[in-house]
């Protein structure tokens, strides 16, 4: 029987270099690739420095390396984005983004080309398909400390056909100790925690740089009682109480944000909880959509523990979830992501809540 082959996106850490040392083991020819996406001073994700650490991994495996320059795409889907979903009020995640629009897409179509047979990643997710429902299915990571299945909600079922998550059964300490095993530095590499194109972690620059005028307005109460003025719009997130510059008698934090007249709501900590969400573009990726209400567990933060509710399908595609409990500081432009027991239902972007 002829070897079966895999592409492994590699990032020069040891999660995607145990996935590739895991993958050998299993008996697939293994190719390694890193997309070159953003140059940093500080590297990190997409860098030359990201590239030139997983060419090395790539040596001490033996196996052929590729670093496409997928910059042009990644400024296109990832970055614009950023700047537009800042500039309309709502609070991007540029990582998921970048999954829906650029990294897998972009594997699969190296795979494509080199004639190689499937696609993985070092995510702590795993993939299983469903014979009942002729379906593919998104896990979540037996290592629930390290579970990234809420940032792959956007997959399709045509990448999910092709995808390995070899990491989807281990914690991350048994990784560290794959790598090192095997006499590879990267056991020790921290984990990249910075958005790549703000690696500072000052996105207001960034979105200065990238054109964005500051445009001063009132801090206002629930009432529209002016409390102060604010920097500009994009200065502030749901639920910001540091460096908002306004004299109270008790914290204040951010609520929500007006695009009609400049305004930010400031309030009290019980104004930022809220039961009802509701997401646009949901991408149904274990389940085909359903036409009732189905009991689910959601979260609308990746570092957030999920909460039970109730998800309502919408006619226009949408999807209307109620929790039970209400739940803290709920962002529109963060994505909302739905769960049976560890089963990833599917997710999509917040669009407001109430």
């Known amino acids: 029987m002829e070897k079966k082959t895999v592409l492994i996106g590699m990032s020069g850490g040891v999660d995607s270099a145990a996935a590739a040392l895991l993958l050998q083991r299993e008996g697939y020819g293994a190719s390694g690739c890193t997309l070159r996406l953003y140059e940093s001073e500080c590297g990190g994700c997409g860098s030359s420095q990201e590239a030139e650490d997983a060419r090395a991994a790539a040596d001490t495996l ?16 990832v970055m614009e984005d950023f700047v537009r ?29 080199l004639g190689i047979d499937f696609i993985a990643t070092g995510h702590y997710a795993r993939v299983r398909y469903d014979d009942a429902l002729g379906r593919w299915q998104l896990l979540r990571g037996e290592d629930r400390s390290k579970d990234q299945s809420y940032v ?17 059964a281990y914690h ?8 090192a095993q095997r006499g590879m530095h990267h056991a020790s590499k921290p984990d ?18 990238n054109g964005v005028e500051l445009l001063p307005g009132d801090f206002v109460d629930k009432d529209g009682k002016v409390l102060g003025r604010h920097r500009g719009q994009v200065c502030y997130t749901g639920g910001q109480r540091r460096g908002l510059g306004v004299s109270a008698d008790r914290p204040l934090y951010v609520v929500r944000k007006n695009g009609h007249d400049n305004t930010v709501i400031l309030g009290d900590e019980k104004d930022l909880y809220t039961n009802t ?13 359903v036409s ?3 009991r689910v567990s959601a979260k609308t933060r990746y570092s957030q523990r999920e909460a039970s509710a109730l ?5 226009s595609g949408a999807v209307r979830v109620v929790f039970d409990e209400g739940q803290r500081a709920v962002t529109a432009g963060q994505s909302l992501v739905c769960y049976l027991d560890d089963m990833v239902v599917g997710g999509g972007v917040i669009a407001r809540a109430e």
């Open 62 to 77: 033996g196996i052929p390396f590729y670093a496409p320059d997928e910059s042009a795409a990644f400024r296109a889907c």
């Open 85 to 113: 979903t800042y500039c309309a009020g709502r609070t991007p995640n540029p990582c998921i983004r970048c999954n829906q629009h650029v990294k897998f897409s972009s594997l699969l179509r190296l795979a494509d080309e």
């Open 152 to 168: 792959l909600y956007p997959l399709t079922q045509e990448i999910l056909s092709r995808l390995k998550l070899p990491l989807g």
């Open 172 to 179: 991350k300490s048994e990784v560290r100790e794959i790598v």
């Open 192 to 209: 990249s925690q910075d958005i790549c194109f703000v690696p500072d972690g000052d996105y207001v620059a960034f979105l200065q740089r």
């Open 277 to 289: 969400v509701w997401a646009e573009e949901f991408n149904w990726v274990s389940l085909p959509p």
């Open 292 to 294: 009732e209400p189905l």
């Open 311 to 315: 998800l309502y399908p919408e006619v």
